[in-house]
């Protein structure tokens, strides 16, 4: 199957700094990329769609200007966390697809703790 | 409402037995994929298996299958053989529509399946 890795895997910050989180897709080009959201024992909530090229389609309720993405490329996509507080403290998982292909392959994902 | 009801939040199964995780799914769209993930404690997301709505054969992929009943809007997970590294969270999630906007996921709650020796 297709390879999406995500860096940092940990991340430990102050409140108030800024996160930088990648996505790359490694071995096919991402169209399209997706960030999402999951708090322990709960579902993956999707945070922003984000198309090579354009800009991000953020879900209602999701601040944009506090999640910052970018999707220079076909395989890079960057999700920065800014001014972080403890409540953004959370579990970040990107995917990706490609054009005429259905299925989204996920990274490993990146747990946030804001300190 | 919700779009995808996973009703079992966790399910036990003996080692080498079958088990079924139940899905079932709510949309007007005709066309719609319907997806199955496992989630380790490790937190990656692995995709298992996958079916479309206007497929006329159920979807298998190894020890996975998936029993697709449109006309009850269900898609149950079967994992035949359970081993334990099977143990994990499983999500079932449906895309609707088509093109750039057609693409996003929806996700079920989840089930955690924990495969007994």
């Known amino acids: 199957g297709a390879v999406v890795s995500q860096h940092p895997s940990w991340v430990i910050c102050k409140s108030g700094t800024s996160v930088k989180i990648e996505c790359r897709s490694l071995d096919f080009q991402a169209t399209t990329m997706f960030w999402y959201r999951q708090f322990p024992k709960q579902s993956l909530m999707l945070m922003a769609t984000?198309?090579?090229?354009?800009?991000?389609?953020?879900e209602q309720g999701v601040e944009k200007d506090k999640f910052l993405i970018n999707h220079a490329s076909l395989t890079l996509s960057t999700l920065t966390v800014t001014s972080a507080h403890p409540e953004d403290s959370s579990f970040y998982i990107c995917?990706?697809?490609?054009?005429?292909?259905?299925?989204?392959?996920f990274g490993p994902g990146t747990r946030l703790l804001v300190l | 409402a919700q779009k995808i009801t996973q009703t079992q939040p966790g399910m036990f199964v003996q080692e080498k037995e079958a088990v079924t995780l139940d899905c079932t799914y709510d949309?007007?769209?005709?066309?719609?994929?319907l997806f199955w993930y496992k989630q380790p404690s490790s937190g990656e997301m692995i995709f298992l298996i996958y079916?479309?709505?206007?497929?006329?054969q159920n979807a298998t992929e190894g020890r996975y299958s998936l029993n697709f009943q449109k006309a009850r809007k269900s898609a149950n997970l079967v994992i035949s053989a359970s081993q334990l590294g099977d143990s994990a969270m499983y999500f079932c999630a449906m895309r609707e529509g088509r093109g750039t906007s057609g693409s996003r996921l929806t996700f079920g709650e989840g089930t955690q399946l924990t495969v007994n020796p």
């Open positions: 949309t007007s769209d005709p066309s719609y994929g």
């Open positions: 984000s198309n090579e090229g354009s800009k991000a389609t953020y």
């Open positions: 995917s990706a697809r490609t054009t005429g292909f259905e299925t989204q392959y």
């Open positions: 079916q479309g709505s206007y497929d006329q």
